[in-house]
């Protein structure tokens, strides 16, 4: 009688897990392509559209800021003041730091378009530069299309609700100097050293997403650092160019999958802890959220695994 409910146990593990990868082997990954009307940013003041630069073109700025907005008018303000608060002051002591921010609307329903080209108008479109997406892509589109378009030597993506204090690019920016190579590089804003208050704080069952989620990610996907979900990365332009040409996943999972591309292509990534806070508004609800992500961390691993997705170590 054990013998038969042990069998009947492996053969329903079995075709779950068969069933689970055949769900994440269906799951729908096609990027959209960019329209034309994703080419152009506006200028508020001469109302002219002008095209965005390529990033396979050389760089003109020493540091772009990515800013991914979905329904973002309430946060987006802070987090501006915050930034440009930096880079000014910055700029004031060394006149070599050159800098843009391109703030990508995913695709809103609200007004985040518009309360963005307050700042275009405000420092001008050499400085803020708004692309707004016909359609919402997700995060990691967002953020695709705003790197894509990007003009800086450093390119880093920030989210737009601020939880991650902007002044702290200085460490990330060191550590990326520190350990560049070949003009390679990833470096990762971490809140690792924020987990044993976060546990403190969590219900059991969130905490256990968690747990669960960082274990997955490590079994198929990225060994080299613990937090992969920050929205505070720094990358060289070459790194840049070799890893976001290269995506698929345009949801919340797409920072595992640029980590993963970086990894196989021996991209140095390192984890620098950063200051971060939980700010309200957020659209993220945690359980669907991790169930979805379990999903695609699963896909990415099996299309990768079975080559339906390749990594090009060399990109023209």
């Known amino acids: 009688m054990i013998e038969q409910l042990l069998l009947v146990f492996v053969v329903l593990v079995i075709l779950g897990l068969l069933g689970l990868s055949t769900i994440c082997l269906l799951r729908s990954f096609e990027m959209a392509p960019r ?34 907005a979905y329904k973002e ?6 987090m501006i003041k915050d930034t440009m608060s930096y880079l000014e002051n910055r700029q004031a002591k ?27 108008a405000q420092y001008g479109t050499d400085i803020v530069r708004v692309l707004t997406l016909d359609a919402n892509r997700g995060k990691g589109g967002a953020v695709r299309m705003g790197v894509l378009s990007a003009r800086g030597q450093w390119i880093l993506f920030a989210d737009a609700d601020g939880a991650t204090q902007f002044s702290d690019f200085s460490k990330v920016e060191k550590r990326a100097l520190d350990r560049m190579k070949d003009n390679n590089v990833v470096v990762c804003g971490s809140r690792r050293h924020l987990e044993k208050e976060s546990v403190a704080q969590r219900s059991a069952f969130r905490t256990l997403l968690m747990y669960v989620f960082h274990f997955e990610v490590w079994l198929f996907a ?17 790194s840049a160019r070799r890893i976001f040409s ?18 196989h292509l021996n991209i140095p990534i390192v984890e620098v802890d950063v200051n971060w806070q939980e700010i309200p508004g957020s659209k ?16 990415i691993w099996l299309r ?12 023209e």
């Not at 329209?35 to 050389?58: A, H, V």
């Not at 391109?102 to 700042?119: F, H, N, R, W």
């Not at 079975?306 to 060399?314: M, S, V």
């Open 35 to 68: 329209s034309e009307n994703e080419n152009y940013y506006r200028d508020p003041k001469s109302k002219s559209r002008n095209k965005f630069p390529s990033l396979n073109d050389p760089p003109s700025k020493y540091l772009s800021v990515i800013i991914p």
């Open 73 to 78: 008018v309430d946060r987006l303000p802070s």
């Open 94 to 120: 060394d006149s070599s730091f050159t800098y843009e921010l391109i703030i990508v609307d995913d695709g809103s329903p609200d007004k985040t378009s518009e309360v963005a080209l307050q700042y275009s």
């Open 222 to 238: 990225v060994k080299s650092i613990r937090d992969t979900q920050c929205g505070f990365k720094l990358f060289s332009r070459e």
């Open 246 to 263: 290269q995506m698929h996943v345009e949801r919340w999972s797409f920072d595992v999958e640029l980590l993963y591309i970086a990894e």
């Open 284 to 299: 993220l609800d945690p359980f669907t959220a991790s169930f979805q992500m379990g999903i695609d961390i699963l896909a």
């Open 304 to 315: 990768y695994v079975l080559q339906i997705w390749t990594i090009q170590r060399k990109i």
